[in-house]
């Protein structure tokens, strides 16, 4: 059902967040949708970029506006999608990130379930608020928003505007972070982004001349992983994290140093009660009492994430005596007491896994170019000599080194 | 002591933030400073603009930044500052915010005890690690950062600089919290502001070129007010908050229903480890918690806490029929077993009290003026006719009243 | 007639100008229109602050583009105006400025002609092209369009966009003119003011929501005017500009010194394929050749003009001997054989011919509000404590003596 | 001489233009360099981003301010400069665009003469107000500015800043092109650049951790070159620029339709009084009147230019029957007597060559990397994988036929 008025919240990003739909309006005001306010959109990246406390509330409605103006602007969506599926699609765009629990890919790990299994398992349980909303819009509406967000609607454009490699998601994201860091880099030019985007053969396409923007839309994809996603004090954050929680559960299991605030990470799964209690604040509220827990090496960790405290780093190729003074390191180490299995890290980054854009193995960025007169669809490849030479890079990697700052990398400086 | 190399933290409001001084940069390191990553700028506001998520751990580097420039860059501070003041303001404007508890003036009910007094509690601690890194650089340095937040250094232009109608303080939260909320009011011309700031007989003051300047911060100031900072549903929020801790409190005194989570409100105060531990995470964990209290009333409160269901409101000049209505509202209430204490609120704001400048009982904003040839100083006031109108300005008074959503008010619209 | 697809220009105000009527899009072609690329916004302004290059053309396309938002988005606009007057009311937004002349008042004093009445005359000249597309269109379009403009369309909303105010001109030029000249005085929040525009009886007026944004639109007025548009360099520019002209055209009865270039403005009107050569460009490039003439005093003028040797300026009130000063000057005037009525100027401004709103003698800002359950409109200052603080302000002046900078004030400093 | 204060011009990209040196705003006091106000930045481009009005008086201010920046910020550029090549660099950086003039390649092809010979003649001609100011400095001073314009000053450094792939020029006129048309395609982290910027063995180079910003500058590069500099109706405007002066030569020679105003264009040189004369808008207001002259063909061009009635143009690949539709084409201009020397163009553009970044024949990018502990400077594409696969895309090229908008494209569609 339509609202009377248009409903809006502000954004930095997009002006104005604009809510026509009741369902939509309805669906914010759940409590899965408002614990979203207590998770944050990014992880270490915090501690480099000290500004980017916004959360996947913020970003949900950001993705659902983006959806929102594609599905009002860009001519052909109207025409391929139902009044259902275009309810639908709006829908799933404010719900992709339902699931995310606290430390994203940590909890993954720890409750061996993937955030989209719990984002499927949030919209399908008939007790949750979210399947209450969206079934009395209309019965058939929680099933199609999961499976759009599953890849097995059937229609293959709303499932593009959610998840692709031009999608709505990606879009916000890369907008939002960009402003939250204070960074330029994640900026492109979305405006121009919507005017190009069309449909043809019920297929989300840009118009040729639209190729450029998509062009700067995938470097600054680029620009964001090496500067902001993948930067090296962001991963060393991460490492201290799971560090901590192997050492918690090894001690858990043993019935010992429990915290009562980290418990619902090992519970919560499929308890809605239990899932709405955890969050980034309140798993952030453990590990800053776990500080002042018996096992000195739990507290320890825990001190290193709460008060910043990361890991030094090397690039491993700047080293020329790389597998010597690593073995000098293990033995301070030892020494020192310090475990190398919680605070030593060797992590390898190999570039081709951050490509911001591929044609293998994914659905290509399609272009609406003219061919002798006639429409037809392209990959984003055969038009762009830039994507190209990017596609074409050779496969590089990059390995760190991490180590307690108290440790001297043993060699003169 | 000077940093080797300037170390620089990128912020959105400033490009960057840059520290040059090895105190600043191990003060940033302690957990005191640290914690203020988990204490929110905004209150109910964030209600209102959800995007407004940022911390005052943002905010203090930004203050500190802005200070470091007034110092590097206007005319005669570094002359009337000597050495050790200079390090000190510095030092000030990083530390001024350490002692805000959770929701802010909340904490300050419950606790008995200023967010000032706290500070100063925090810096003056020997055990802390503020006062260790503070008099590890100079002896003095402790006792003289309290003395300036205290206004009691008898040195003006260090304290104007930190605590004034034109600080450094309220100079970056203007700016941030329009940036973060994605409004323009905030927004003043910061650049030419510190380019006319100058310093006249060991006071901070502003070329006659720089005023209009100052009247688009004071107007900045005003705005924030009225759209931002005393919008009603942020007031909504900050009544039910209240309502929770009074209903908390009452039960608590009979040991009831306590949330362990809560407790270091109550107890925290002069033992540094618990405050470490207080905090918006584990206080807003704590309200999550405690929707599953026994009581009913307490577990309604928190529940319309988290999940946004905020008082309805009505501004009584709006209703013709005041009086009536509010005692039919009252009978509704007490049918609905809600108890009026806890859910019906009368606020009235005075706009005299939310001026955005003001001469009597302040120290006045000083303009460099020429008089004759010579240079003098001259109150804002006596050189802004837009500043003297609004000065003039008639009290006036708006009263709102706040009830749950769940009852109609009693009239035909 | 619309358009097949809506085409764009791009605009760093607006983000895109949407043309999507055929009669817009063919009125930016004609050469009436193409001319006002070689009008500037803004005159003296650009010796202050030389980066304000941009052109009529520039603005007249985005009020045109804030007319169309209103016309589409705000509720009630289409319902209140028929077809016929919605297109007029673009076609006005567009061509409002069609017939300002080089350096706007200057040509206007020498013209003796207004820049509204030149306006008129171009679109209803039966040859013109604007004429012919307008008519083309509906026949009934060329009267409606200058009717809108002369207020006597009988057509108040209409009237309201164009000229008012808060008309689509001014928020306009406010904003662009802030973007182009890199101050932040300009800025107020255009996505609010639309928002909560509303028409009522047939009035343009604003909810009671969006007051404050339309205080901050006002106080942007007000810093420009002070800021931008009255800096005592831009009026000193203005002046020798007058000069150069009172002494060109002295010259030219005498037929002395005839620059070919400037001669259209003594005979331009109302000769469209004159008109058409008659711009800031080519003036300016007479000028430049002025600086070659004959006449000492002329070419003197022209190179002060043209190489940005301003007069020098003192507010009187700064002047503690004021007369005996000016007349000492006025001695060292003659001694160097400066012509004082071209080259001393006493200029005063009333602070309130320049308040940036008034409601005596003009038609109030309406604000939409409730009153006893009912809708009623009520002047701005009615409601704005703020403006009605502007309104009472008490009437000031300024006087600035300008005059050569070979000169020397006559007084210690 | 330093200045006794600071003197400072607003700009939109920089906040504000710093003026430290006495002969740097004299410089900017001179006819010659006034004369830049009259010269815009880009040609054709506005044709497509009508609003980027900007001058080359404003952008060369711009490249003034970022070498300032430089000079003071970057470590390493005042030890490895003299006191007078600090000077230099920074007046060299102001005067880099001198010798422009009107529709800058169209000029340089008709007086044979190269915009960088016309700067050097105007700095070092005796007579000139940009020498005198100059050698009033250091009489040392006009022939060392000239000598790093022109690549033989023997200091890499200073002329790395004016003129190399990573120069103050180009980085201020990214950033202004982009603001002016209002796109973001230009945008690239200025400040990170200047951040990482360091001098190592006399070389300008940047610190590993720069490299991404770097990366992103180039990409804006690439991005403006294609969205912007080349776009196709950019270029069709300049090819009936060029047809207008080929025919008005052709004319001119037989002593017909002289347009007085043009005429500097063929006898200015060396003769400065002449050379001011000499700019965009003389000439735009010659063509203007050429509208007017009895040859029909110039008279049709310089309608076209003024009215913007730009030529159509299609991508030669994607025309099926390309050799046989411009025969026919050919056959219809015959017919509707157009020349097609004048009315029809072939143009191919090699995306090789407008790389933004290139190591052959060039000086390449060099970064500041560790190899074994120790520093080493690197060619940017030996670190950065995205610049390695730009200099390895394999040559392509685009051809565009121009011709009449009267013409129909012989083919269906």
Redesign the interface.
Request: hydrophobic residues 25%.
């Given at each position: 059902m339509r609202l009377p008025e248009t409903k809006?919240?502000?954004?930095?990003?997009h002006?104005?967040v604009q809510i026509q739909e009741e369902v939509i309006w309805k669906l914010i005001?759940?409590?899965e949708f408002?614990r979203l306010?207590?998770i944050r959109q990014l992880g270490g990246d915090l501690e480099v970029?000290?500004?980017a406390?916004?959360?996947r509330?913020?970003h949900s409605?950001g993705v659902y506006e983006i959806c929102r103006r594609v599905v009002n602007e860009v001519p052909g969506v109207k025409e391929t999608l139902s009044l259902l599926e275009q309810k639908a699609v709006l829908c799933a765009a404010l719900l992709h990130d339902l699931g995310h629990g606290p430390f994203s890919h940590c909890y993954e790990d720890i409750s061996k379930t993937s955030h989209e299994d719990i984002t499927q398992w949030l919209i399908l349980n008939r007790d949750g608020q979210v399947f209450q909303v969206l079934a009395k819009e209309d019965p058939a509406l929680p099933k199609l928003v999961t499976d759009i967000l599953a890849h097995r609607s059937g229609c293959p454009l709303a499932e593009d505007l959610i998840s692709s490699q031009l999608d709505c998601d990606r879009m916000d994201y890369l907008l939002r972070d960009a402003?939250?860091?204070?960074?330029?880099?994640g900026?492109?030019?979305l405006?121009?982004v919507l005017?190009t985007l069309r449909v043809k053969d019920g297929i989300l396409c840009v118009k040729r001349s639209g190729m450029?923007?998509v062009?700067?839309y995938i470097?600054a994809r680029?620009?964001m992983y090496?500067?902001v996603y993948l930067h090296p004090d962001a991963a060393g954050y991460e490492l201290l994290v799971n560090a901590f929680f192997e050492r918690y559960a090894k001690l858990r299991q043993k019935k010992q140093n429990r915290v009562?605030?980290l418990e619902p990470i090992y519970d919560c799964i499929f308890d809605p009660?239990r899932f709405?209690?955890l969050?980034?604040?309140?798993v952030?509220?453990g590990i800053?009492?776990a500080?002042?827990a018996n096992d000195p090496v739990l507290a320890d960790l825990a001190e290193r994430i709460?008060?910043?405290?990361l890991l030094e780093w090397k690039?491993e190729s700047?080293?020329?005596n790389g597998p010597a003074a690593i073995q000098m390191l293990l033995d301070q180490m030892e020494q020192a007491d310090f475990d190398p299995e919680l605070y030593f890290h060797r992590q390898t980054l190999r570039?081709d896994e951050y490509l911001p854009y591929r044609e293998e193995n994914s659905i290509p960025i399609r272009i609406l170019d003219?061919?002798?007169?006639q429409e037809a669809l392209k990959n984003l490849s055969a038009c762009s000599?830039?994507v190209?030479?990017?596609l074409?890079?050779?496969e590089?990697e990059i390995t760190r080194l991490y180590f307690p700052k108290e440790l001297k990398w043993p060699?003169?400086?």
């Open positions: 809006v919240l502000r954004d930095p990003i002006g104005y005001d759940t409590p408002q306010r207590r970029y000290h500004t406390e916004h959360s509330f913020a409605l402003y939250c860091t204070g960074t330029s880099y900026s492109f030019d405006e121009r005017r450029h923007s062009e700067d470097m680029y620009q090496w500067q009562a605030l009660r709405y209690l969050d980034d604040f309140s952030l509220s800053n009492q500080q002042f709460i008060n910043r405290r690039n700047d080293l020329p570039l003219q061919e002798g007169g000599t830039v190209k030479a990017l074409e890079m050779k590089t060699e003169q400086r």
